[in-house]
């Protein structure tokens, strides 16, 4: 054998490790793009489980019914509350969103999600929080939920 057929056999050769780190690299960023997906929906989900388990504190529970039925009837105290109980939800949903527009988080769990907080828009007291508060959410959230009807808001 030669040196240029050893030399062409050792382009080859290098040609097909490239290819196949190539290869290995790409199943490599797929799974990292998995994985990382997973995790972002389960931070979304935890997010949304906190707020909504945050309603099984008693006076939380009651502060949200009486704003629920009387917003402009709350105390300032109670309002200020009320405030930031209302923009943790809209924050989580803001990220939900957020994510789902990066692709990140799955149809299934979009809408899951969607439809309870667009229920929730449809407290007298969210909207007038939202109307209050929603320029410091990021605008293409906000376009987002002036596009979304109110869905309906029931206890059972």
């Not at 050893?6 to 040609?15: F, M, N, R, S, Y």
Request: with cysteine; net charge negative.
């Amino acid at each position: 054998m030669n040196w240029e057929a050893i030399g062409a056999i050792g382009e080859i050769v290098g040609a097909l490790a490239v290819v196949i780190s190539l290869i290995y690299l790409a199943s490599q960023i797929r799974v990292q793009n998995r994985e990382a997906q997973i995790a972002c929906a389960h931070e979304i989900s935890v997010g949304f489980r906190e707020s909504i388990a945050s309603t099984q504190d008693p006076y939380i529970a009651a502060l949200t019914l009486k704003a629920f039925r009387d917003f402009d009837g709350l105390e300032e105290a109670e309002k200020l509350q009320f405030f930031s109980i209302s923009q943790s939800y809209l924050r989580v949903w803001e990220e939900a969103h957020y994510q789902y527009q990066q692709a990140r988080l799955d149809e299934g769990m979009w809408r899951a999600m969607n439809t309870q907080f667009t229920d929730l828009m449809a407290a007298e007291a969210i909207q007038k929080v939202w109307a209050l508060r929603k320029h410091t959410y990021h605008p293409n959230f906000r376009l987002y939920i002036e596009s979304v009807k109110p869905g309906k808001l029931t206890w059972g």
